[in-house]
């Protein structure tokens, strides 16, 4: 598989989790307190899937073994 789709879904992953984050941030400056635990739960979860999908493409570029 080429490392377009990888590259691909890491950046727009990535990109999602610091757009909430900063959203996160504007929720608390603005008083929405009881959004912002959701919203950072949410930025976090897509850096977390932004790493699991660099560590897909990791071994996907190993050798298969059978």
């Not at 727009?12 to 959004?35: F, H, I, K, N, P």
Request: proline share 3%.
């Amino acid at each position: 598989m080429t490392k377009g789709p990888f590259v691909a879904m890491t950046g727009a992953t990535a990109a999602l989790g610091t757009a909430l984050g900063s959203l996160a941030l504007q929720l608390r400056a603005d008083g929405y307190e009881q959004y912002v635990e959701s919203v950072a739960t949410f930025s976090v979860l897509m850096y977390v899937t932004a790493a699991l999908v660099l560590v897909t493409w990791v071994r996907d570029g190993r050798p298969h073994a059978n």
